[in-house]
């Protein structure tokens, strides 16, 4: 993203585990003007997430740049399928661990996740044609 931001603001990440039970993505940071990044001045981060013993560990497994990690917090999404998802909330830089719920309670959240998309579909108001 191009544009006005403030390093302290919240960063959210969006997780999708593969059929093994792991992700990984990387964020580039710089002042986004300039070329500072040719001198080092930016923050690469490499996070990865694992699902083992039905515990998701998110956590930075790399970093690279000169400039120090913003005090801010994380929002950690993980998608459990079907639009449904996990939400936490967590500080960047520090490891975070997810309980995955019980098959039942994954189950009821999918349900649920439908049940909303239906609704927002059938609120839809259709464009006449003109």
């Known amino acids: 993203h191009i544009g006005e931001s403030n390093p302290s603001n919240d960063l959210t990440l969006l997780i999708a585990l593969d059929e093994n039970g792991k992700a990984e993505g990387v964020l580039f940071e710089d002042d986004g003007d ?26 930075i497994s790399k970093t690279e740049g000169l400039w120090k990690r913003p005090n801010r917090r994380l929002h950690v999404q993980l998608l459990i399928g079907e639009g449904a998802k996990l939400d936490t909330w967590g500080i ?12 039942f309670e994954v189950s009821k959240l999918i349900t649920t996740s439908k049940e909303n998309r239906k609704k927002r579909l059938e609120s839809v108001k259709l464009i006449p044609d003109v």
């Open 34 to 59: 300039g070329y500072g990044f040719t001198g080092g001045e930016y923050l690469l981060t490499h996070y990865t997430a694992e699902l083992q013993s039905s515990v998701i560990t998110v956590r």
């Open 92 to 103: 960047d830089g520090e490891i975070m661990q997810i309980a995955m719920p019980s098959d």
